[in-house]
């Protein structure tokens, strides 16, 4: 994938607080299932600070490094200095098509954090993953996660496994702005309501990978020119790893559909690619769909 590295940046759309969650002890979870499901767990509208402290186990919050990224990731220059102003070209991406897409579209900040971060779904540790929070609008995210699909799961990365992840949580953020979020009624399996949540939020992240290189910012030039033939299979992997089954066979040597959360790996990436191959958010009801 490649970046444009003369475009402008628009730093206000995120919050660099590494750093700030250095030292004390947050609860995680008690267990490889619940550890597993906090690591991925979306918050699409649960509380992850009760997730947390619920659970029983003490791990030590690690220490980030100072967040300087609203600082220094003004211009794509800046990927020069500091590869992880790419996660700033990300967001201003993501956020420039859905505010072109969806008239009712307002912006959401995304938090980078380390340790712990208190957020307007409660405390949340690193352990829970990169989650949306639908009480504040916000989308967070311990940039550590990344690292952690590769060791722990298998992923082989990439940026554009990044941009998926990404473009996931704002597929919540639109969830929540049109009301869909609300109307979740609570369970698991394979068919429940969390799982179409998931898959939807899987299309809407495919909708936006679909334009992201015809994408253009305020002033007139797109912040991704090239996405390529590897960086899609990047997306697809991502998507097997995130799913249910493949978590659970992963980590538990069985696999329990009837507790399913988030969609089997065959759903998440058949409903990625749903999303990029029509281009049309139309095409992601998945409350409608009568085969996940």
Do not use: K
């Amino acid at each position: 994938m490649r970046l444009n590295r003369r475009a402008r940046l628009d730093t206000s759309q995120i919050r660099d607080r590494r750093g700030m969650g250095r030292g004390g002890t947050v609860a995680a979870g008690g267990g490889v299932g619940a550890l597993i499901i906090l690591l991925l767990a979306m918050c699409t509208g649960g509380d992850p600070g009760s997730l947390l402290q619920d659970s029983g186990t003490q791990v030590q919050a690690q220490p980030g490094d100072i967040g300087n990224l609203e600082t220094q990731c003004q211009t794509g220059e800046s990927l020069d200095e500091n590869p992880d102003c790419r996660y700033v070209f990300y967001v201003n991406s993501i956020q420039d098509f859905w505010g072109d897409a969806f008239s009712q579209y307002t912006p959401a900040t995304t938090h980078f954090f380390s340790g712990q971060v208190q957020t307007g779904c409660g405390l949340a540790s690193s352990q829970v993953g990169p989650f949306y929070c639908p009480a504040d609008q916000n989308v967070y995210l311990d940039l550590g996660f990344f690292d952690e699909l590769q060791t722990r799961f298998g992923a082989s990365g990439g940026d554009f496994a990044e941009t998926y992840v990404l473009a996931h949580e704002y597929g919540h953020h639109i969830q929540n702005l049109t009301g869909q979020m609300r109307q979740v009624r609570p369970g698991s399996g394979p068919t429940s309501d969390a799982v179409r949540l998931e898959l939807q939020a899987d299309c809407f992240a495919g909708v936006w990978a679909r334009y992201a290189t015809s994408t253009d910012t305020e002033f007139g030039e797109p912040l991704i020119t090239d996405v390529t033939e590897q960086d899609i299979r990047e997306g697809v992997e991502a998507a097997q790893i995130v799913g249910d089954d493949y978590i659970q066979e992963r980590f538990q040597g069985t696999v329990s559909p009837e507790t399913w959360t988030h969609g089997s790996s065959e759903q998440r990436q058949r409903w990625f690619l749903t999303g990029m191959e029509t281009g049309d958010p139309n095409s992601c009801d998945t409350f409608s769909a009568r085969q996940l």
